[in-house]
Each structure stands twice: as C-alpha cells, then as structure tokens.
C-alpha cells in the first residue's frame, strides 16, 4: 500500500498507527483492524482518483466522494456494524490529522452513521452456566485437559472475565488470593474478586498439568505445553452446545454476559457490576438491564395466570 501514499501519506498513516497503539493504548487486535478498515479506504481512493494519494487529496474529499465510498461497502456485502466501524475508524482518523495540523476535511462530518441493529447480550440461564462449566470437562480426551477447560470457564462464569483476559495470566499470578488484578483492553488494570470454587478450579488444574511453568509462562497451555489459544476454548464451546442442547450464542464470552446478568438480576449495583467487566462506559454496562428486563417479561408471560 506504501507505493500508492506519497511519502507525507505514509508517515502520517505510520504516525497515526503509533499513535493508537502508544498514545491510546489500543490492543493489537483493535489497532489492526483499525488498519484495515483505513487501508481498504485508501486504497479505494487510490482507485477512485486514480493516482498517488496524498494529505491534501484528502483535504480536497467531497462528500460525494464519501457516500461513494460507503456505497462501494454496502455493494460488497459489507455488515452495517462494519460500515459503522469503518466509519467511525475514518472520523478519528481525519480527527486526528486536523489536531496533528496535517490537514482538514469536515465534509465528513455530514456523513450519517449507518444504522445498525441493537445487540443486547445474549446470556445463559443459571443451571446453563453451570452445566457448562460441569460438562466442558467431559470433552477432554486426557484428565488435566479436562481439568484446565473446567478452571477456564469457572473464570470467565465467575469472574467476567475476556477471555483474552483469562489466557493472558500467567503462572505467576497462581495460587490466586482473594483478589486478582486483571489486564483488559487498552492496558487498562482492575481488581476482581475470587471465589474459592474459582482458586479451587484453577488450583485442580495446576495440579493436573504435566508441564512445569516458570513463573511468567502462560497460566493455561495447549496439550504440548505451549500458550494455549482461544479457538480452542471456543471450540470446546461449540461442541458443548448440541450436547446441551444451548443455543448458537453460547460462547465463551456468553459465561462474562452471564457473570454481569446474573449479578444484575440477584440484586447487584450497575456500577458495581461496571467496575467488575471494566466497562470504560456506564452505558455499556446498562445494556444488562435490558437482558434482565427480558427474561422477567417472558418469566411473566410463562407463569401468570391471564397470560395464557
């Protein structure tokens, strides 16, 4: 792509790149796919004005010039959470090129946002979570595997934990205490605190687990010893659902919707519950309540006698 960004282009997107992942302290998956989504807008300006592009090609952008771009993604087959991202990347982007004094465009800022649907997690009952986290260890072909997916989901039930977050500790941070101190997206720490069934799950584990670790090796490892990866819990996952006959959205990350649903439904406090996800936005966290107010209207609709 370099080749198509005269040499201001380049150093400006390069610098821009620094910026999120420096200044901004994005995670390495959110600055690639900020990456990509500016990339694939480049290089179709590189298309539609043919030529090497430049900051002041951008400056020169119409709105026309905009919506063409939107309407290249809608003719792709592009999701309208996608578009709405990508969109959203480009405002930032231009933002901050603007507060950098590498150049100005506020057509974009007449560009409506796509509408996109509005997702409400999607959550697993109590006696789904828990069966869940009972059978995963079933699936395992040897005991101390069994073993490690059983602490993992006890983690990310009881806990709310990413699972990002999960893979990321390391030996180090076990035997765990009453507390644990959790790295989440931008870097950003919080304090969650641990139930014993969730030190005892983990506890098992290491136990069980024929590889020796040192202390800042990976707390969970594959079946060779090396960092274990999330597809492989998520694979578990998919497995697990026609056996429990759980529905598509019971993934890994459905146990941390569960964590905060549940909290929310035994009589939790919203910013209590935001601490313990480490949701930057109270916002974020309210969308549990819609969750919760769901379940109650079909637990009505189920059990009162003028219902039916």
């Not at 687990?209 to 010893?225: E, Y």
Request: proline share 4%; net charge positive.
């Amino acid at each position: 792509m370099d080749a198509l960004l005269d040499r201001g282009m380049a150093k400006a997107v390069a610098d821009w790149q620094r910026w999120l992942a420096d200044e901004r302290r994005c995670s390495s998956h959110t600055c690639d796919a900020y990456a990509r989504d500016l990339d694939g807008f480049l290089r179709f300006l590189v298309e539609h004005l043919g030529g090497t592009l430049g900051l002041r090609d951008l400056e020169a952008l119409k709105l026309a010039d905009f919506r063409a771009w939107l309407a290249r993604l809608a003719g792709s087959g592009h999701k309208r959470t996608s578009t709405a991202r990508a969109l959203s990347v480009l405002r930032g982007f231009f933002g901050w090129l603007e507060r950098n004094g590498l150049g100005a465009n506020h057509a974009i800022r007449a560009l409506r946002t796509p509408k996109v649907p509005h997702a409400v997690p999607k959550a697993l009952s109590i006696d789904e979570a828990q069966e869940a986290v009972d059978t995963v260890g079933t699936l395992a072909a040897d005991d101390w595997i069994g073993l490690r997916d059983i602490a993992i989901l006890t983690l990310l039930y009881g806990c709310g934990l990413r699972i990002a977050e999960a893979l990321s500790l390391t030996r180090g941070d076990a035997p765990f205490g009453a507390t644990l101190t959790v790295t989440g997206k931008g870097n950003k720490q919080r304090m969650v605190p641990i139930l014993p069934i969730v030190g005892d799950a983990v506890d098992a584990y290491l136990n069980a687990c024929p590889w020796r670790m040192a202390s800042d090796d990976p707390l969970f490892v594959g079946s060779r010893g090396g960092p274990l990866r999330a597809r492989i819990v998520q694979r578990q996952m998919q497995t697990m659902r026609p056996l429990l006959g759980l529905p598509e959205t019971a993934t890994p990350h459905a146990l941390r919707h569960s964590f905060a649903t549940h909290l929310l439904a035994m009589g939790g406090d919203l910013r209590s519950i935001q601490e313990l996800l480490g949701h930057v936005s109270l916002s974020t966290t309210q969308r549990y309540t819609e969750v919760d107010a769901g379940r109650l209207v079909e637990e009505y609709r189920a059990t009162h006698p003028r219902a039916r």
